[in-house]
């Protein structure tokens, strides 16, 4: 596994965070577009999907700077 880097783990931060501009994206795709039921549950099943390997990847970055003492 590579160095901990407090500067890569505040990208990924950011780069979570984004889940909202994403959800702001599908809402305005829903209420303005009248996207389809069908369409709309692919995209948030894609959604998920992504989220949760941004967050693996971020968590297990914050586990490695525990494990090395760059996170007290």
Excluded: P, S
Excluded at 31 to 59: P, S
């Amino acid at each position: 596994m590579k160095e901990f880097c407090r500067f890569e783990m505040e990208h990924q931060l950011l780069d979570c965070w984004k889940v909202t501009n994403d959800l702001n994206d599908v809402f305005e795709g829903v209420v303005e577009q009248n996207m389809k039921r069908d369409d709309v549950a692919n995209v948030l099943l894609g959604m998920q999907q992504l989220y949760n390997l941004k967050f693996e990847k971020l968590w297990n970055l914050f586990e490695e700077g525990v494990r090395n003492g760059d996170i007290r």
